[in-house]
């Protein structure tokens, strides 16, 4: 058979299969954290289970990460409680509703927010180690072993004020940046000890359905052959976001683009293609995490963030995505961090955040940005006669932060979404239910489909709420709920 | 058979077909602007057309507007030369692409800005008559019965910067609003004369395709009986978009939610969901037009707009649904006209955009709208020392609309998403080629199905790039093109 009677924007008819090559229950597509976390609860529940992964090996854009998971509630994890911190269900459960955002997906908060407790004990369980120590200042990963930082907005309006605060990421022992690698190995060890049948270099090409658009298997490419896998249980999707597809960012996601630096290894969106092509609902496609880590040092978040206007946008004690998140929606997507003397410092070097300009006076560095005379001093001038009372009128950041910037020589460090460095992945993808199950455009589910981690619109779809450890959060334990619910069915 | 067997979201196997109950050329889905448009070509291409409508009659959103169409170049309409202006094609091409935002479609812009000047006269061969008259204040639509109008954003920078400004939209001869009525009815008397068949009050329930996806007709509901039709040329989809449904709005475009104007009848999404049902590729669905009527009087131009922190926004002379597009995106979707004395006004009484404080000098406003000291005042300042010196450095605003704030008594009017008139529609959909075939995910066309108008991303697929009359222009023209694809392909 011809290879191009395979697109992952058709089913192709289970009709036409004259003879599948294999027989399987579950069929996982991708070997991220979410085909990982599917593959244990299918396994876990009885099933014969097969992960095909088009790449080398296990990782895919979960291996850059740092590993860290968000995860509270239940009063605390034990790692919250021995650092001194309680954690509520009700105040998970507001943040990440509101980090949701417009459309936040209440049944799967509810879900993760009763269960994050829970997760935690089995993620140890599957041989995840944390040291158990805790970081109290702001940073974007430890460069140690530590394990809880803060790794969201949950101290900074307007999150503060409706849910109470708590440090939720979990990061897995391992020393320095890239604890995602770690924790892969950990659930890759726990996949091939529970016999999942591991493919890798393998593409699976296209669903196979019926008539009714009910999924059968798939049609996968293995050492330049084709075949034919027949699912009896279901197939989930695991195949991250779209970030590495230029032409679906364009289509789908074009504001994306004003950055050059995707985090992702395949993420070219064929699993929610794959996923419409039998009718499933692909949701919140424009939006997009991104991120320039302008701090730390820590002192620059007690800075202010203007834009080419001179005026301020945000509170700048929010994660550092979503400050980043207005920044690419401000003119030219571009923000300049003003600093005095006493506050001074610059961020980590592969940020590509520099100094701009300088001055004895605000008005100097607002000549020297090109900026018309009487708008940054203005906000300057507001700023810093506000916090010197110890509060901040227009963006409400929290007093520990605030700090008149009145103490020369001044700077501006300049953020450009189009030169700084601003990793982005993508949140859109297909709607599904807390089971995993793929929901169509009309509501129904799509029998024999289910997806999990970026191929979903998770937990993380609002670039504006995302927070550290989210999508790892998602792809965890949704992976686990599609794995459970596909293991489970009668085939 | 019973009803419940069809849904737009899923296809119809043709194989289960037992016996067409009808068949013609062309199917055409909707009886708006697009729908008449593509029935009129497909017809005078010899076609047998039908011509389904879920309503009791012709109109759709197209009988709701103001029948104001878009057109210019090729050295300029017979109006607009009338009236003293010319028109380039290329100054065309490059405002239609700029409106397009970030993922223009400069085929659909190129071949419309190539041959705009000719549908001018195809429309005024189907009897559309325009007084020939030119209104050159600013206005939403004429209450006389004149035709030109500005009606975009081409006087105003970014856009007055690369394309030499025109006015470019022809509003039928009809006194007062909603000439959109007249439009449909002259439009109707043509599809009628051409012999369509039109069948009103009848449902299209879901596309019938084949195996391989190509689409062979359509179920419909007809006077409560279900029947197959089949359409041997191919399906035309323009149903509009989806503002009038709730559902789909919350998954693909829940910022417009902040309101509660939709501007449609049906607009249900029924076309874009039938469309995907067989692989046709839907984009840029968080995308909406949305205005607030806040001019005229044209002298409100000259205040400035400012959001709840007291700062600045836009360049006030734009279009004022490219500066609604911005109030949406401000801090609680809401901003603050500014006016002094001398150009102190109040929007139509249906914009609902009231007084919200006045004052003897600024920082009484200022105080009153509870904002903080030095930042509304700031603003104003800077705008009226550098308006007095005939320019606008932040926003670029155009010297004939710069005038210092300083005739008090002041007053600020309030524009508020949620309690404003702010209508809206939704410009994501169908991708599809100019000719109208409708594009699959994998960059092949769907065969046998074509789209135009709303159900598709046209001409307009940008909020902040929307200008009046750019939606029926892509109704229209493309509505055309889709017609004479399918009236001409061999059956």
Same mark, same amino acid.
């Given at each position: 058979?011809?290879?191009?009677?395979?697109?992952?924007?058709?089913a192709?008819?289970?009709?036409r299969?004259?003879?599948?090559?294999?027989? *399987?229950?579950v069929?996982? $597509?991708?070997?991220?954290?979410?085909?990982?976390?599917?593959?244990?609860?299918?396994a876990?529940?009885?099933?014969?289970?097969?992960?095909?992964?088009?790449g080398?090996?296990?990782?895919?854009?979960?291996?850059?990460?740092?590993?860290?998971?968000?995860?509270?509630g239940?009063?605390?994890t034990?790692?919250?409680?021995? +650092?001194?911190? *309680?954690?509520?269900t009700e105040?998970?459960?507001?943040?990440?509703?509101?980090?949701?955002?417009?459309?936040?997906?209440?049944?799967?908060?509810r879900?993760? &927010?009763?269960?994050?407790?829970?997760?935690?004990?089995?993620?140890?369980?599957?041989?995840?180690?944390?040291?158990?120590?805790?970081?109290?200042?702001?940073?974007?990963e430890p460069?140690?072993?530590?394990?809880?930082i803060?790794?969201g907005?949950?101290?900074?309006?307007?999150?503060?004020e409706?849910?109470?605060? &708590?440090?939720?990421?979990?990061?897995i022992?391992?020393t320095?940046?890239?604890?995602?690698?770690?924790?892969?190995?950990?659930?890759?060890?726990?996949?091939?000890?529970?016999g999942v049948?591991?493919?890798a270099?393998?593409?699976?090409?296209?669903?196979?359905?019926?008539?009714?658009g009910?999924?059968?298997?798939?049609?996968?490419?293995?050492n330049?052959?084709?075949?034919?896998?027949?699912?009896?249980?279901?197939?989930?999707?695991?195949?991250g976001?779209?970030?590495?597809?230029?032409?679906?960012?364009q289509?789908?996601?074009? +504001?994306a683009?004003?950055?050059?630096?995707p985090?992702?290894?395949?993420?070219?969106?064929?699993?929610?293609?794959?996923?419409?092509? $039998?009718?499933?609902? &692909?949701?919140?496609?424009?939006?997009?995490?991104?991120? #320039? @880590?302008?701090?730390?040092?820590?002192?620059?978040?007690?800075?202010i963030?203007v834009?080419?206007?001179?005026?301020?946008?945000? +509170?700048?004690? #929010?994660?550092?995505?979503?400050?980043?998140?207005?920044?690419?929606?401000?003119?030219?997507s571009?923000?300049?961090?003003?600093?005095? +003397?006493?506050?001074?410092?610059?961020p980590m070097?592969?940020?590509?955040?520099?100094v701009?300009?300088?001055?004895?006076t605000? &008005?100097?560095?607002?000549?020297?940005?090109?900026?018309t005379a009487?708008?940054?001093?203005?906000?300057?001038e507001?700023?810093?006669?506000?916090?010197?009372?110890?509060?901040?009128p227009l963006?409400?950041?929290?007093?520990?932060?605030?700090?008149?910037?009145?103490?020369?020589?001044?700077?501006a460090?300049?953020?450009?979404?189009?030169?700084?460095?601003?990793?982005?992945?993508?949140?859109?993808?297909l709607?599904?239910?807390?089971?995993?199950?793929?929901?169509?455009r009309?509501?129904?589910?799509?029998?024999?489909?289910?997806?999990?981690g970026?191929?979903?619109?998770?937990? @993380?779809?609002?670039?504006?709420?995302?927070?550290?450890?989210?999508?790892?959060?998602?792809?965890t334990?949704?992976?686990?709920?599609?794995g459970?619910?596909?293991?489970?069915?009668?085939?």
């Amino acid at each position: 058979m011809s290879s191009d009677k395979f697109s992952s924007a058709r089913a192709y008819p289970a009709r036409r299969v004259a003879r599948w090559d294999e027989e *399987t229950d579950v069929v996982i $597509v991708g070997f991220g954290a979410a085909g990982a976390s599917s593959a244990i609860e299918a396994a876990a529940a009885g099933a014969k289970v097969t992960l095909f992964e088009v790449g080398a090996g296990s990782g895919g854009a979960s291996a850059l990460s740092g590993g860290e998971i968000y995860l509270g509630g239940g009063g605390g994890t034990p790692i919250q409680i021995q +650092n001194g911190f *309680t954690d509520d269900t009700e105040s998970l459960y507001t943040y990440l509703k509101m980090a949701g955002g417009p459309d936040a997906d209440l049944a799967k908060v509810r879900l993760y &927010a009763d269960n994050s407790l829970a997760h935690y004990h089995w993620l140890v369980e599957q041989g995840v180690v944390y040291k158990g120590t805790h970081i109290p200042t702001k940073i974007i990963e430890p460069e140690t072993d530590d394990t809880l930082i803060w790794c969201g907005s949950e101290e900074a309006w307007p999150f503060s004020e409706a849910a109470r605060p &708590a440090p939720r990421g979990h990061v897995i022992q391992w020393t320095g940046w890239g604890g995602g690698r770690k924790l892969m190995d950990v659930l890759e060890a726990r996949v091939r000890k529970l016999g999942v049948d591991v493919r890798a270099n393998t593409r699976v090409l296209c669903l196979v359905a019926d008539e009714d658009g009910a999924v059968q298997g798939v049609a996968i490419r293995d050492n330049g052959a084709e075949k034919f896998i027949r699912a009896r249980k279901g197939v989930i999707l695991c195949t991250g976001g779209f970030c590495m597809n230029r032409d679906m960012m364009q289509r789908y996601a074009p +504001n994306a683009l004003v950055s050059n630096d995707p985090i992702g290894v395949v993420d070219d969106g064929s699993g929610i293609v794959m996923g419409q092509s $039998v009718g499933g609902d &692909a949701i919140h496609m424009d939006q997009f995490f991104t991120t #320039c @880590p302008w701090y730390p040092p820590e002192s620059l978040v007690k800075g202010i963030m203007v834009n080419i206007h001179g005026q301020r946008f945000i +509170n700048e004690d #929010c994660y550092h995505g979503r400050v980043s998140a207005y920044i690419a929606k401000q003119p030219r997507s571009k923000a300049y961090l003003l600093l005095d +003397n006493d506050i001074f410092g610059r961020p980590m070097e592969f940020s590509r955040v520099d100094v701009a300009a300088t001055g004895e006076t605000w &008005a100097e560095v607002e000549s020297e940005l090109g900026m018309t005379a009487g708008t940054l001093t203005a906000t300057v001038e507001v700023f810093s006669r506000e916090a010197a009372k110890g509060h901040d009128p227009l963006f409400r950041k929290a007093a520990k932060w605030l700090k008149p910037l009145t103490k020369g020589p001044f700077a501006a460090l300049e953020m450009d979404m189009s030169t700084s460095f601003f990793s982005y992945f993508t949140l859109g993808g297909l709607n599904t239910l807390p089971t995993g199950e793929v929901l169509a455009r009309d509501g129904k589910t799509v029998p024999g489909l289910y997806a999990a981690g970026r191929a979903t619109a998770g937990l @993380p779809r609002w670039g504006e709420g995302y927070s550290s450890g989210m999508s790892l959060a998602d792809c965890t334990f949704f992976g686990r709920m599609a794995g459970k619910t596909a293991g489970a069915k009668l085939s």
